[in-house]
């Protein structure tokens, strides 16, 4: 399985900004979409933010103008731009990526990997 691992959190004051990287073990060339997502203990994880193999951006309404997710060429993975931190966005940040798996046979597996997450702490 492919392996993902976040890093580029820590603690910021309010309005400040932070960017998340992930890196996957094995390069991802077959994907539906990557993104991010948040959870703090006891709630559901959110989605934040995302972009589909053919490079369509959606956001979480309380990220829109403040967050930008682009992709990284090399690790053909997600970036996250966090700006204008507020202490809401304190939550533990996942890397997500929805993908296909293609065995030696040709045969397709939907495959959802997933980080174990990078903390983000926004406080003054």
């Known amino acids: 399985q492919v392996h993902l691992v976040e890093s580029g959190g820590g603690l910021v004051q309010p309005g400040g900004s932070l960017r998340l990287h992930c890196e996957a073990s094995?390069?991802?060339?077959?994907?539906?979409?990557m993104g991010w997502y948040r959870q703090v203990p006891g709630k559901e994880r959110e989605f934040v933010a995302s972009?589909?193999?053919?490079?369509?951006?959606s956001y979480a309404e309380s990220v829109k103008g403040r967050f930008s997710i682009s992709r990284d060429n090399a690790q053909n993975t997600p970036v996250l731009q966090m700006n204008n931190l507020k202490t809401k966005d304190t939550d533990v940040y996942y890397c997500?990526?929805?993908?296909?798996?293609?065995?030696?046979?040709?045969?397709?597996?939907?495959?959802?990997?997933w980080g174990q997450g990078t903390q983000v702490t926004v406080s003054s």
């Open positions: 997500h990526a929805d993908a296909v798996r293609v065995a030696v046979d040709y045969s397709v597996t939907p495959s959802d990997y």
């Open positions: 972009f589909t193999v053919r490079s369509v951006t």
């Open positions: 094995e390069r991802i060339d077959n994907f539906k979409s």
